[in-house]
T-cell receptor, first 116, second 109 residues
């Protein structure tokens, strides 16, 4: 089944303890992205990647890191989590169209992170 | 800065009628625009993508229009059903894709 898999689904952690949220897709998509979703603020893009070893900042990159060493994986790293990073996180991927542009995103099921 | 506006108030529609949702944007000339459906606690699901050179696109009971002069997209669900109740998001962008905050749609039986 074509899908984007995020792990873990739920995570409670303490301030300052490094964590990684994994994201993997099995559709050979070039484009991958991370979003956080907060009440009243909607989905905000953290980082995106157009291919292996190519990453760029979205609208809210502070406090996050990403890497794209393989096409299928795009982990989100919080080096020193803080309570304001408590949120629902989504990973998404998309095929890039020939000649430019994209097709629709496939989203993962989400990771609900609480930082205390 | 780029901005997307969707009606933040919930939209209540009687079953069987057509629901129309609006997405307006400013300070941007996107090459294409997308619509998604999101149910509570779940990831958005892609519905339709329309490119700047397309005026209208259809998929089953769904129809999207894209007016680059008005900077507006309309999303229609015809013959609406209670199962269509959800939050609908529009998104635009090229490499950097931004989402509107969504409109909650309630289809009343």
């Amino acid at each position: 089944e074509a899908q984007v898999t995020q792990n873990p689904r739920y995570l409670i952690t303490v301030t300052g303890k490094k964590l990684t949220v994994t994201c993997s897709q099995n559709m050979n998509h070039e484009y991958m992205s991370w979003y956080r979703q907060d009440p009243g603020l909607g989905l905000r893009q953290i980082y995106y990647s157009m291919n292996v070893e190519v990453t760029d900042k979205g609208d809210v990159p502070e406090g996050y890191k990403v890497s794209r060493k393989e096409k299928r994986n795009f982990p989100l790293i919080l080096e020193s989590p803080s309570p304001n990073q408590t949120s629902l996180y989504f990973c998404a991927s998309s095929l890039m169209a020939t000649g430019g542009g994209y097709y629709g995103y496939t989203f993962g099921s989400g990771t609900r992170l609480t930082v205390v | 800065s780029q901005k997307i506006e969707q009606n933040s108030e919930a939209l209540n529609i009687q079953e069987g009628k057509t629901a129309t949702l609006t997405c307006n944007y400013t300070n941007y000339s996107p090459a294409y625009l997308q619509w998604y459906r999101q149910d509570p606690g779940r990831g958005p699901v892609f519905l339709l993508l329309i490119r700047e050179n397309e005026k209208e696109k259809r998929k089953e009971r769904l129809k999207v229009t894209f007016d680059t002069t008005l900077k507006q997209s309309l999303f229609h669900i015809t013959a609406s059903q209670p199962a269509d109740s959800a939050t609908y998001l529009c998104a635009l962008g090229d490499d950097k894709i931004i989402f509107g905050k969504g409109t909650r749609l309630h289809i009343l039986p």
